[in-house]
C-alpha cells in the first residue's frame, strides 16, 4: 500500500498547477488567503504550509503584510542545500569540478565573440592584484570577482547566477577538504593566461588556459576519489 502524499506537498502541488493555469510571472501576486485557500479546496493552515515551503525553495516570496507573489528566479536555494548533498568525499568534489570545469571552458569559448578591449582590461587588472592578495579571503574574494567578470559580457543574467552558485558551492565543499591552495603567484599567472588568450582570440590557447586553471585541484580531486580506490 502506498504512502499517501502529505497535505503541505499536495499544496504545493496545486499552487505551482494555479501559478502556470493563471500564467502568473514572476512579481505577480496570488489571490489573498481566503480566496486562494477557497479555490484550491484546502484549509487555511494547509496553504500557510504549502507557501512557507514554496517560499523555502524560491518559488514565492511573501511581502509585508502578508502578501504574497511569485519569486523572481533564483539559484540561492539550491546553492543553500547543495552543499549538504553532497558526500564530504573526493568523489563529490571531483563532481562538482567537471561540471564546473565543463561549464566555464565552453562558455569561455562563446566569450571570444562578444569581449571587448575593456573587458580584458578589467579582468587584467584583476588578475593582476592578486598577487599583492595573498592567500586568504582577499584572494578568495578576487577569484570570485574575476570569474563573475569573465562572463558579464555575455550579458545573460542565468549564467552568472550559476557561474556564482557553482563558484560559492566549490568554496564551501573547499573549506571542508584539505584541497591544496594554490600560491598567489600560480593563481596570477593562471588568470593571466587566461586573460592573454582572451586578448589573443585564440580558442586553443584559451581552452588549455581554462583546463591549466583546474590542474591542480583537478589532480587532488583524481587521487581522493573513492570510485578510484
Known sequence: MSRKEPLYLRGQEQI???ILDEGLVAGDSLPPE???AAQLGMSRLSLREAVRGLQTVGVLAVQHGGS???AEFSFAPILDNLPYGLQADGRSFRDLLELRESLEEGLSIRLLEVLRPRDVERLRAIAKAMAD???GDDQAELDRRFHEQL????ENALVTQIIETFWQAFHRMR????????????????HLAIVDALAARDEKQLAQAMRDHFA????????NDTRDA
Open 16 to 18: 505551482r498547477q494555479f
Open 34 to 36: 481566503a480566496e486562494l
Open 68 to 70: 504574497v507573489r511569485v
Open 133 to 135: 592578495a595573498g592567500s
Open 151 to 154: 562572463y558579464l559580457p555575455l
Open 175 to 190: 573549506a571542508s577538504h584539505t584541497v591544496p591552495v594554490p600560491t598567489p603567484e600560480r593563481l596570477t599567472a593562471e
Open 216 to 223: 591542480l585541484i583537478r589532480d587532488w580531486a583524481i587521487v
